[in-house]
């Protein structure tokens, strides 16, 4: 299931340089303990959105609580940022100003990926659990 929860994040995942796919990964494991992280700093604001458009699923505002407040990063390195965005996808570098200020005043819409593959992987796994405690 846990594997299965990380190809799917995997693919779910929007992709720019791969930065964020790549963060996700195994995390600490046992027999019967598995965990999938995701390392990227920047992947709760894409999973769950900045701003006014950030969109918390049910049963996760305890959780999403602790990623309030942004990341540290300065206006400067945001504007920076968006400035090899625009390069990479052939926008003129002058429009990263005005881009930084509308994430700002707008936020970012949601581009969930690792809730979503929880979710479709908690039925399945809770059915070959049930058939693996009756097959004892």
Not at 10 to 25: E, F, T
Not at 40 to 67: C, H, M, N, R
Not at 102 to 110: F, M
Request: glycine share 8%; proline share 7%; aromatic share 8%.
């Amino acid at each position: 299931a846990a594997e299965n929860i990380e190809s799917t994040a995997k693919k779910l995942a929007p992709v720019d340089m791969g930065q964020l796919q790549n963060s996700i990964g195994p995390g600490q494991n046992a027999k019967l303990h598995k965990e999938i992280e995701v390392t990227a700093s920047y992947a709760p604001f894409v999973e769950f959105g900045t701003g006014k458009k950030v969109k918390i699923p049910a049963g996760l505002a305890d959780y999403a609580a602790q990623f309030r407040g942004g990341n540290g990063g300065t206006f400067d390195e945001m504007v920076e940022a968006i400035k090899e965005w625009c390069k990479r996808h052939g926008i003129e570098e002058k429009a990263a100003y005005p881009i930084a200020v509308s994430i700002l005043r707008n936020g970012s819409a949601p581009q969930p990926f690792l809730f979503p593959a929880l979710e479709s992987e908690l039925k399945p796994f809770i059915k070959n659990l049930k058939k693996a405690l009756k097959a004892k």
